[in-house]
């Protein structure tokens, strides 16, 4: 079964990094685009960043424009979110999704992606 799986969240003080990773299982994900999202505690899931098939097109929400990189490795499958000047607003359950209709656009509404992971907790302390 078709399988999403995040890693690398935790603790971080304010201004530091993290890198997220989402392995998939199965090849069929090397030909889906794929994004991060996340929730706070109480709030709804919020669109972060997406990159197309080929990694070629990507694009973030404004909060993160700057200070966060999506990337992804097709020959491993996987996917990366790279997470700098983290600020408290950061604080969230970061999702990683893949989206299995391959269109002209990225895709930011949550509505539009089939696979979704567990997600990883990021905590950003002030």
């Known amino acids: 079964q078709a399988q999403l799986v995040e890693s690398g969240g935790g603790l971080v003080q304010a201004g530091g990094s993290l890198r997220l990773s989402c392995a998939a299982s199965?090849?069929?994900?090397?030909?889906?685009?794929m994004g991060w999202f996340r929730q706070a505690s109480g709030k709804e899931r919020e669109f972060v960043a997406a990159i197309s098939n080929t990694g070629g097109k990507t694009v973030y929400a404004d909060s993160v424009k700057g200070r966060f990189t999506i990337s992804r490795d097709n020959a491993k499958i996987a996917v990366y979110l790279q997470m700098n000047s983290l600020k408290s607003d950061d604080t969230a359950v970061y999702y990683c999704?893949?989206?299995?209709?391959?269109?002209?656009?990225?895709?930011?509404?949550?509505?539009?992606?089939?696979?979704w992971g567990q997600g990883t907790q990021v905590t950003v302390s002030s």
């Open positions: 999704a893949a989206d299995s209709y391959v269109g002209v656009r990225l895709q930011i509404a949550s509505s539009e992606y089939d696979y």
């Open positions: 199965g090849r069929t994900f090397m030909n889906y685009p």
